[in-house]
């Protein structure tokens, strides 16, 4: 089967959507407090709901991304053996362990592309479908229990931003959206600024992450699902 290289995949359109919401916040901010610089009052809240958008942002793309990357993999897979070994393993588990032998039965002909699908439900259901926490570490859990594809945010970096701050950049951003989202109340006041850095920084790890997983299938499938995008300029 041939593949068409997506100009526009959905995990990246979807994503565009979205920021949409954060950058109308950010607009709506301009107009009712003015572009300068300086405290503003009472428009704070402006600032923590984009907060609370921009994870979301995150947690919806990490979903998307997965999703079309495993989809991609099923439909252009000519054997099994096109997947990752650790994928293999992990989706044949329950059928190795059933009480039942003739459970192993199920991946006879074409079966093995059900087998594999029902691990892509399980994983879902137990990771991408309950990403309330979009960290670092559920992320790379995710893409490599579903994809074999192992440290992804090891890939996070870039000019002025080595590995090791981008991972904590993430982690406190999505501490300051639990706070908000459970506390209303912040340890420390949400500046508009810190709106505007965010969403460059989530910008620019959803272009690598996004990259990284089109090297990873590259590699298994010898096969381009989308165009490689340039680092700050997925909007």
Known sequence: MVSKVLLHPTHILNYRTNRDHILRLIDIHAQIAGAGVGYKANVEVLNKSAVVLLVACWEAFVEDLATAAFDFMIAYAPSPNSFPPRVLALSTESLRTADDGREVWKLAGEGWRQVLKNHQQAINAQFVGKLNTPRPRQVDEIFDRMLGLKGLSSKWNWKGMPNHKAIARLDRLVTLRGEIAHRVGTSRGVHKEFVVQHAEFISRI?????????????????K???VTYTV????
């Open 206 to 222: 959803c272009a690598i992450s996004s990259n990284r997983v089109r090297e990873h299938i590259q590699m298994h499938f010898h």
């Open 232 to 235: 700050g300029k997925t909007y």
């Open 224 to 226: 381009t699902p989308w």
